[in-house]
């Protein structure tokens, strides 16, 4: 660990830092205590809804930031927070996916999540001394209505895509893509329109 104070001068919190989407430290309790509350939710939602999905809803509704009428998330569901995550109406959410919400993850109405999705918010610094000395940070994922995302494709941190668009299965998603496109491969990259 180096000696270099990073918040020299800044008097918030690693979490005030966190949610500012500034450099931070995940040593703070109570990002800690935030984390465990998403792993024991996740953990009871999947627990319910294999007695019943319908019953499980509430887990879910307390665990997500939003969740509106009529989505469906099929367990298991990992998230680091649960609380930045905002699924829309009508979304349907296959097994696996795992949502780093660090920073805020919108997924908009009538989506089609495939199985083992990735949206990773967080990022680290390229730089191998701030790296070193654990800082993070991270950037929202927006995802707009009527998206489709093919199974094992990871949207990274600060990306938009833009409404009615499919991004192909196993795709990896580094910047904006517009609406109404299909965008396959790594990187992805739009190969028709819509």
């Known amino acids: 660990m180096s000696t270099t104070d990073h918040f020299a001068g ?19 309790p109570e990002i800690a205590g935030r984390q465990q509350r998403a792993v024991r939710l996740a953990a009871r939602y999947q627990a319910a809804y294999i007695e019943d ?3 499980a809803r509430p887990l879910l509704a307390e665990l997500l ?18 609380s930045s995550l905002s699924i829309g109406a009508r979304t349907f959410v296959n097994f696996n996916l795992t949502a780093l919400d660090v920073a805020a993850i919108t997924i908009g109405e009538d989506c089609q999540i495939g199985p083992n999705v990735q949206l990773l918010t967080p ?11 654990k800082l993070e940070a991270a950037r929202p994922i927006t995802i707009g209505d ?26 990896v998603v580094t910047r904006d893509v517009p609406a109404n496109v299909v965008a396959v491969g790594n990187p992805a990259r739009v190969v028709r329109a819509l």
């Open 10 to 28: 800044d008097s918030r919190t690693q979490l005030e830092r966190m949610l500012a989407g500034d450099l931070y430290i995940a040593d703070d």
């Open 53 to 55: 999905p319908d019953a």
């Open 65 to 82: 930031g939003c969740l509106g009428a009529e989505a469906h998330v099929r367990p298991p569901l990992y998230v680091d927070y649960g």
């Open 123 to 133: 990022t680290h610094p390229v730089e191998p001394q701030p790296r070193r000395d």
């Open 146 to 171: 009527n998206v489709w995302l093919g199974g094992g494709a990871i949207v990274l941190a600060g990306v938009t895509i833009g409404d009615n668009s499919v991004i192909g299965a196993g795709a």
